[in-house]
């Protein structure tokens, strides 16, 4: 488009001054197309930044609630074997006290 403008020659249907102002109009397109170009590839490459952060971030809460639930099942199995190792040690100490009431 710009060669086929700089290559016109002003006649009695297009003046050099509507030459110059479609050559001028040309230029302010393309600039900005080139800062809209660069704009939405601005913004393409921080929602990219962005979903990355958020896929780490995602990932590693989920390791996280992985480690907590396996945390809560040692808590749960220790408190299970500390309320069996008390009954046991109960009822020994029972046996104990009966077997010496008998004597």
Known sequence: M???L????A?????QAAIDGL?????GLTSRSSALTASITAQINGIE???SVYRQNQSSLAQQ???????IALTEKTLNDAQFNTSLAAQRTRLTLDAQIRQ
């Open 11 to 15: 006649s009695s249907a297009l003046s």
């Open 2 to 4: 710009k060669d086929v």
């Open 49 to 51: 930044s962005f979903l």
């Open 65 to 71: 609630v992985d480690l907590l639930k396996n945390q």
């Open 23 to 27: 050559n001028a109009q040309y230029n």
């Open 6 to 9: 700089n290559a016109t020659v």
